[in-house]
């Protein structure tokens, strides 16, 4: 959790100085720094469920082909 907690902290403050620098303006900082990583979080959210049904496609297509091979091999040594 203390991971988590200081790469938030890091991102705020990254976030919040890139703005500020590019505006001089503490307002707009402080809004960039609350807003981006707000989004960023709901874009992850919908970023993980895209990918684990990508794996999941994957594993599935992995686990035909091991069966079609299984069963590839079983019927040469049957013959």
């Not at 890139?18 to 709901?42: C, F, Q, R, W």
């Amino acid at each position: 959790m203390a991971k988590t907690m200081t790469f938030a902290v890091m991102h705020f403050s990254i976030a919040f100085t890139v703005a500020y620098l590019i505006t001089g303006s503490l307002l707009v900082g402080g809004l960039v720094a609350i807003v981006e990583p707000a989004i960023n979080t709901v874009a992850f959210y919908f970023h993980e469920i895209i990918w684990n049904k990508v794996q999941q496609a994957d594993v599935a297509s992995e686990l035909t082909k091991t069966l079609q091979t299984a069963g590839e091999n079983y019927a040469l040594r049957s013959m």
